[in-house]
């Protein structure tokens, strides 16, 4: 099931900005086509989901599909979906009843540029709008989009999303466990991580025994990825990571538990621990495993001075 490897750094760069332009080409088509107006509301749904962005969360769902032997361009609404989601949720985030963020992704935040009732209604719109995107995907079967839905509507409830927010806010001021805080972080970050794989994986047609691991990989990558994202918020420059930082300074995180040098050594623990688990389930050289290992690197990069 593994596909012809990346063999060079060039050809994976390659690949990733060729898929992501795919992604950035069907988000501009799919918003197109849903409202072509030039309304306020229609603006700002543009300004929040076309902004600079990894759109790593897509491309999960691109390079899982391919690895899996399926067709990556059957997965393309289904990953455009998923970041729908992802910039609602950014939008929901940044407000000042959440995290009172100012900049988001090189630009000023959604209820910023706009306003806080516009931004809310952005965020409900997007959300819509991704169920829409994935139930008129005729690239794939009824049963396929059924299961697909359904994987988004979990991921974004009560206990994905939503419940990770909720338990976001609070943790303010509360001395948490190691354990509770990843716990947050499994519902908050991981939730879009685990459904990009299960989402490829299913778009394939890998066998069904396959998608568990890919959940518990997505898992643990979203992990990885908050607590570098901690790690940015504590100690990055703003024009690194594009967004508001130092906002998390009353939230217990894996920095206030362990303390700076063992948050430090634990992330470089579990990034080299998900690499050796990438090239174990993914092959050495695939466009996962090196996707991630890019991934990773740009998120720690941030850290240098």
């Known amino acids: 099931m593994a596909q012809r490897p990346c063999s060079t750094i060039r050809d994976m760069d390659y690949s990733i900005d060729s898929t992501t332009r795919e992604v950035e080409n069907c988000l501009h088509m799919l918003l197109s086509g849903h409202n072509a107006d030039t309304s306020i509301l229609n603006s700002a749904m543009r300004y929040a989901l076309l902004g600079k962005a990894k759109r790593s969360r897509a491309l999960y769902v691109m390079f899982t599909t391919l690895h899996f032997g399926g067709t990556p361009t059957h997965a393309l609404r289904s990953a455009s ?3 729908m989601i992802h910039a609602a949720s950014l939008i929901f985030d940044d407000m000042p009843s959440m995290d009172n963020s100012e900049f988001r992704r090189g630009q000023a935040a959604t209820h910023i540029a706009y306003s806080e009732a516009t931004a809310m209604l952005t965020g409900i719109g997007l959300m819509n709008l991704a169920f829409g995107v994935v139930s008129e995907d005729r690239s794939l079967p009824d049963d396929k989009r059924t299961r697909i839905i359904s994987i988004l509507s979990q991921s974004i409830g009560t206990n994905g999303l939503i419940g990770g927010q909720q338990d976001d806010l609070d943790s303010v001021n509360r001395d948490l466990t190691s354990d509770e805080i990843l716990k947050i972080y499994e519902r908050k970050t991981s939730a879009l991580f685990k459904a990009a794989f299960e989402i490829g994986g299913i778009i394939a047609g890998t066998d069904e025994e396959n998608l568990p691991v890919l959940r518990n990989f997505g898992n643990r990558l979203g992990i990885i990825f908050q607590i570098l994202d901690d790690l940015s918020d504590a100690f990055a420059a703003e024009d690194k990571t594009l967004k508001t930082v130092r906002l998390d300074k009353d939230k217990p995180n894996l ?3 362990l303390g700076e040098q063992d948050a430090i050594d634990k992330s470089n623990q579990m990034m080299t621990e998900i690499k050796s688990e990438a090239a174990r389930l993914f092959d050495n ?11 990773l690197q740009i ?3 941030r850290l240098a001075a």
């Open 81 to 83: 979906a998923l970041e």
């Open 285 to 295: 050289n695939s466009t996962l495993t090196n996707y991630t290992t890019h991934l």
């Open 299 to 301: 998120l720690h990069q």
């Open 255 to 257: 920095i206030s538990g």
